[in-house]
């Protein structure tokens, strides 16, 4: 009698469970409802005095904003520093940035987004002393940037520079000789903001008295042209520069302006360059001495030169080579000597070096067979260094502490899964943002030295209740061996998985040069589409291919001048092997990419027509003639010197190959990979006489989104998978519920 209670238990605890995951994950539940959207922590800045961070929160019932300071060992809230609701002049604040003493902040209201990175707003100065509050200016300016004592503001309007007294109130022009499309001062143009990741190409110095900036001249840069069709009676048109590969780019010149003497100077380097970048600069802790990041073309050699801004002398401290590309770091740090810590992978992996101001190396701080993913600074009082790698595996993130010179490395981070720190001024705390593929993301206070927990701060423990209502499936890691390599993979299957069935199999990727798909950390939006999926019947995997991340560069730039080769062999050899499992039906094999991804999805369809039998291609590039000099150039040099790497890779060129059924969807209003990529591709395949479904969202850009957008894109998308795989889906269903009902 025990046992039979103890079972009667058992199946009353497990029927439990099992009537509670009974919801079925919706397309209006990801991109409608907001169902599964995560909590987080919006703008932390760390203070100076180590013990306090700010955070901008948002009031629903006052509609207002405000920047509140928190307490690191109490982790209660201290005071609120400012608050719209007691500002006359503006009613929100979407963003805000501190002077270096902490004395004013810049808070920024009504930003219009211009390109991926860039924005247009109305910026004001708030006085932490006396609370007042000044408009930086009557006109939409872009990234205003106070000087390090707090006195003055740069800020860029019309493609010039100017900066503004906060004593005075005086507003003095930079530069003069800014045109749109021709002349731009202090902002970076389209590439380099799409492809350096920056837009404010102008830096203060630490006495507040110089300003150096990059002044593009595109002049000679051919013009883009988008139609915005919009609600008018007539379309209009969006022009801008836009340096395809092989075609001009800006000429960039660096200079330095004097705010004493309102003079400006043009930096020269002793070094003759053909064509160049300048992807960085950074004033030293000498007020006088500018880094700047000199890169060739090629994109294959990079130089570090110390620039005196004084004498205009220019010396070069350090020089990398690759026989691919070199990657411009982000995390040059320099020390109180001007010595200064550099990253770089020219060991064959991504690491820590530590340079004397002249260039000389001290130690590699780092080694292994492992990257570095993030450098977060010196802790100059204890001489550490702290960083996050995948020492942990590939998969993994972990934020680890080590001496400047190499030694007592120390793991801070305790779970398995995706860590990220933010670390007080004074390297004494970090809050740790955790996550992983079964726990969604986690906001805890840990010491800085030990990485012992001090004590949580957020979790969303909401969103892991309402996700337990829902039928849901594990996404398991593992490795598959194809074509000589153990690639990183996931596998998400049907929460009633059998393996006597056959399923068909849905395969997702990006595949993109340095990228990583397969990453243990807390679901995107797409995460709960492959959900869906799966509880329609559906095996979803993703599989990293080579030239993907953060395996080593061997294995990153096998790709070289190849783009769409080894990336396109290693998702038919993965379909292959998954399609000899005996619960995959290999004749229902479906793969799915965006933008680099959907270059992937339709070269897999097209070239693995005998493996695949749909794809889905969302704002695929479709040749890389179409793509913008710096992501292209990089890893293929340019179509005059390698027209067989461009043209025998790209879909267009095996268009007649196509057997599967194929869908092309593509934004209208696309500025980075432009609609002229679908247009072309759909042209090959009429002329081929094949037949395909498209769709093109008006005036949408590369994200495909606003209002109704997503939803439509995923119910078609899906709706194309159902009908293209899922033909053998329903009667299985019809078969299973005339089991049940026998």
């Keep these: 009698m025990k046992h039979l209670k103890f079972s009667i238990y058992v199946c009353l605890f497990i029927s439990t469970i099992l009537s509670a995951q009974t919801k079925d994950i919706t397309l209006e539940d990801i991109w409608k409802n907001g169902t599964f959207r995560t909590e987080g922590m919006d703008v932390l800045h760390s203070m100076t005095n180590g013990q306090q961070y700010a955070v901008l929160n948002f009031d629903r019932a006052s509609r207002s904003t405000s920047i509140d300071i928190y307490d690191y060992k109490t982790l209660k809230k201290v005071k609120t520093l400012v608050s719209s609701k007691d500002l006359d002049a503006l009613q929100y604040f979407s963003s805000y940035t501190f002077s270096d003493d902490e004395s004013k902040v810049i808070l920024a209201t009504n930003e219009k987004s211009i390109y991926r990175r860039s924005s247009l707003g109305d910026y004001y100065i708030y006085d932490v002393i006396n609370e007042s509050v000044v408009s930086i200016s009557e006109d939409k300016i872009q990234e205003p940037t106070l000087s390090p004592d707090g006195t003055k503001v740069a800020f860029a309007k019309e493609n010039n520079l100017y900066i503004k007294n906060l004593n005075s109130g005086k507003t003095t022009q930079v530069t003069f000789d800014g045109v749109n499309n021709k002349i731009i001062n202090g902002i970076t143009d389209w590439v380099y903001e799409e492809e350096f990741a920056f837009v404010r190409a102008f830096d203060w ?264 209502e829902y039928k849901t499936s594990e996404k398991v890691f593992s490795t598959l061996r194809v074509n000589g390599n153990d690639l990183n993979m996931w596998m998400i299957k049907p929460a009633d998985f059998d393996k006597s069935k056959e399923y068909p199999l849905f395969m997702t990727q990006y595949s993109g040069p340095g990228s990583q798909s397969v990453a243990n950390q807390w679901h995107s939006a797409n995460d709960y589409w492959f959900q869906h999926l799966a509880q329609q019947g559906y095996i979803v995997v993703c599989v990293d291919g080579r030239g993907t991340g953060l395996k080593g560069a061997a294995f990153k730039k096998i790709t070289q001048n190849e783009l769409g080769k080894y990336e396109v062999e290693d998702q038919i050899g993965a379909a292959k092997k998954l399609g000899e499992l005996p619960y995959i039906d290999a004749s229902r094999i479906g793969i799915w990419g965006w933008s680099y991804g959907g270059f992937m999805s339709s070269n897999a369809l097209f070239k693995g027509n005998d493996v695949f039998k749909m794809a889905i291609a969302v704002a695929p590039v479709s040749s890389w003639r179409f793509y913008d000099s710096i992501y292209t150039e990089r890893y293929m040099t340019t179509p005059q010197e390698n027209a067989s790497g461009y043209d025998e890779n790209s879909p267009i060129s095996h268009v007649d190959k196509l057997k599967g059924d194929f869908l092309l969807v593509h934004g209208s209003g696309d500025d980075n990979v432009h609609l002229q990529n679908t247009m072309r591709l759909a042209e090959a395949l009429i002329q081929a006489d094949k037949q395909f479904e498209w769709a093109v969202y008006p005036d949408k850009n590369h994200g495909i989104y606003g209002g109704n957008t997503r939803l439509h894109l995923y119910k078609k998308m899906t709706n194309f998978i159902n009908k293209t795989l899922g033909d053998k889906i329903e009667k299985n269903k019809i078969v299973n519920q005339t089991k049940i009902k026998r």
């Excluded at 395809?244 to 100077?265: C, I, M, P, R």
């Excluded at 294959?300 to 110390?306: F, I, R, V, Y």
């Excluded at 020390?335 to 101001?357: A, C, M, P, R």
């Design 205 to 468: 110095n630490a006495n507040s008295d110089k300003i150096a900036f990059i002044r593009f001249d595109e002049t000679n840069v051919p013009e883009f042209s988008m139609d915005v069709y919009g609600q008018g009676l007539y379309q209009t048109q969006q022009v801008f520069k836009y340096p395809k590969a092989g075609e001009a780019n800006s000429l960039v010149s660096l200079h330095v302006y004097s705010v004493k003497t309102e003079k400006t100077t043009e930096v020269r380097v002793n070094k003759s360059y053909n064509d160049f970048y300048i992807p960085r600069i950074e004033w030293t802790n000498n007020p006088d001495v500018l880094s700047a990041q000199y890169l060739n073309r090629k994109q294959n050699e990079l130089d570090l030169w110390m620039i005196n801004a004084n004498t205009n002398k220019a010396n070069l401290v350090l020089a990398e080579k690759d026989k691919a590309y070199v990657d411009v770091t982000d995390n040059l740090t320099f020390l109180k000597d001007n010595s200064f810590i550099w990253t770089s992978e020219k060991d064959g992996f991504n690491h820590i070096y530590h340079y004397d101001k002249t260039g000389k190396l001290i130690n590699q701080v780092t080694k292994g067979n492992w990257e570095v993913t993030n450098y977060y600074g010196f802790d100059e009082k204890n001489n550490k260094i702290f960083y996050q790698s995948v020492e942990n595996g590939s998969i993994n993130r972990d934020v680890y502490s080590i001496k400047l010179n190499g030694r007592n490395k120390t793991r801070l981070t305790k779970d398995e899964g995706t860590n990220k720190a933010s670390f007080s001024a004074d390297f004494s705390y970090f809050i740790n943002t955790f996550s992983s593929a079964k726990t969604p993301s986690e906001y805890s206070l840990n010491n800085a030295s030990s990485g012992d927990l001090i004590k949580r701060i957020k979790d969303n423990a909401v969103l892991s209740k309402n996700l337990s």
